[in-house]
């Protein structure tokens, strides 16, 4: 069980604060590692040779830069603003993932660690992590929820093929809250071999500003790319939710454009009923959960709320703090789309494009299929296209009954 802390006053200028959100809630056993973590990571942020590395690696191993793809026949179906994807469904291991995991697994070996702990969902970080770490030659224990792992079996079996160690989480809903409290605590346990691979801008700090740092090339390319093409910034960047590490990569740079509209989207689900859903914004209420003060589902006594939603990437009780600013500053807008929405999306892209995108990013792609037809046809969408759909493929025969 989780429990709920309200920070009576939360420093604003403590390092990792994200206005009043962030911060650092872990057992004392954890805050040595963390501040080594920090220390590192800023080195390593300094380092010119890691920094080379990480670039070659992003380049030649995991395919950046990706394309950034003007969807001619989506526009002209829904006739209003000129759509692009930006195709991180196109990266190694098929979605984003694979950036982080790539920039904590050589930070890992620098630091000397050589066992890799990760927590996983629907198995797609568990994937990119245990990809990362046959590169690496670093050993890899991915934890996986029960369920997770009944739901996911081919990545479960992916995994395992790459070399890692799975372990089954029987705990609470099984999922992946279980899962990351689980890691927690084979981290407090293994602390000096042992390096935590946290896969999404969550969790206590440094991880909410490393994760995102890992992102941020999604946002340049973007940025350049779209001055390239069409000579001026867009009128929206729009990405899923989940943790929110695609979402704060896309949005990073265009942050202080004041003109470019940043869109999360959330799960919205089957409904708006607390425990049929995963939009925090909607329905949650700041908290601290799994070390970082946030927006969280919860009920009336702080206990975390079940979630649902048809994406597994998307279903979680908390989003990552710097989100919570932006959300509660107005710099960017939240919206949920519905399970059905998704899907649907799901459709509309595979048959204008030929393109399969993962349920996670079907949320995206359903705001602007919302959102474009009540815009004009030179403003234009940049949707982050975070992940293929290919290992939807079960739940989207027996939703769309293929
Ligand atoms: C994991 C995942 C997400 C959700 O994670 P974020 O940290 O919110 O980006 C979104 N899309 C895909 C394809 C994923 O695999």
Redesign the pocket.
């Known amino acids: 069980m989780a429990s709920i802390i309200h920070p009576a006053s939360p420093s604003e200028s403590r390092p990792g604060r994200f206005g009043v959100y962030g911060g650092r809630y872990v057992p004392e056993t954890l805050m040595a590692a963390l501040l080594d973590l920090e220390h590192e990571y800023e080195a390593a942020k300094a380092d010119a040779a890691f920094q080379a590395e990480l670039k070659s690696l992003l380049a030649d191993y995991a395919g950046r830069p990706t394309p950034l793809y003007f969807a001619k026949r989506l526009t002209e179906t829904l006739d209003g603003a000129k759509i692009y994807l930006k195709r991180?469904?196109l990266l190694h291991t098929?979605?984003?993932?694979i950036n982080n995991s790539l920039g904590q697994g050589l930070l890992a070996r620098r630091m000397g660690k050589k066992r890799i702990i990760a927590e996983t969902?629907?198995g797609?970080?568990g994937v990119a992590t245990a990809s990362a770490c046959a590169l690496l030659g670093l050993e890899c224990v991915v934890y996986m929820g029960d369920v997770d792992m009944e739901r996911q079996e081919l990545n479960v079996k992916r995994m395992r093929l790459l070399g890692a160690e799975v372990r089954g989480v029987s705990s609470g809903s099984r999922t992946l809250k279980d899962a990351i409290s689980e890691a927690m605590r084979d981290w407090v346990t293994n602390v000096r071999t042992t390096y935590y691979l946290l896969?999404?801008?969550?969790g206590a700090h440094p991880y909410p500003t490393m994760?995102r740092d890992f992102?941020r090339c999604i946002g340049r390319e973007i940025k350049s790319q779209i001055l390239e093409k069409e000579g001026r910034l867009p009128h929206a960047v729009v990405?899923?939710?989940?943790?929110?590490?695609?979402?704060?990569?896309a949005f990073y740079e265009f942050i202080p454009e004041r003109q470019v509209r940043l869109i999360g989207v959330e799960a919205g689900g089957r409904g708006t009923a607390l425990g049929e859903h995963a939009a925090r914004f909607e329905g949650g209420a700041p908290g601290v959960l799994q070390g970082t003060f946030s927006y969280v589902l919860q009920d009336e006594d702080g206990q975390i709320a079940l979630t649902h939603s048809v994406?597994?990437?998307?279903d979680?009780a908390s989003?990552?703090p710097e989100h919570a600013m932006l959300h509660d500053s107005g710099r960017a807008e939240y919206f949920s789309r519905t399970d059905a929405e998704a899907l649907d999306a799901v459709k509309v892209l595979a048959r204008t494009e030929g393109i399969l995108?993962?349920?996670?990013?079907a949320h995206a792609v359903a705001e602007a299929i919302r959102m474009a037809p009540s815009l004009d046809s030179h403003e234009i969408l940049v949707v982050n296209?975070?992940?293929?759909g290919d290992?939807d493929m079960g739940i989207l025969a027996r939703e769309l009954k293929l």
Not at 94 to 97: D, I, L, R, V
Not at 244 to 249: E, F, K, Q, V
Not at 311 to 314: C, E, K, M, P, V
Not at 357 to 361: D, G, I, K, R, T
């Open positions: 991180e469904d098929g979605a984003h993932k969902g629907a797609q970080h896969g999404s801008a969550l994760v992102h990405a899923c939710v989940g943790g929110g590490s695609n979402a704060i990569g994406s597994a990437g998307l979680y989003i990552g995108p993962a349920l996670e990013s296209l975070s992940g293929r290992k």
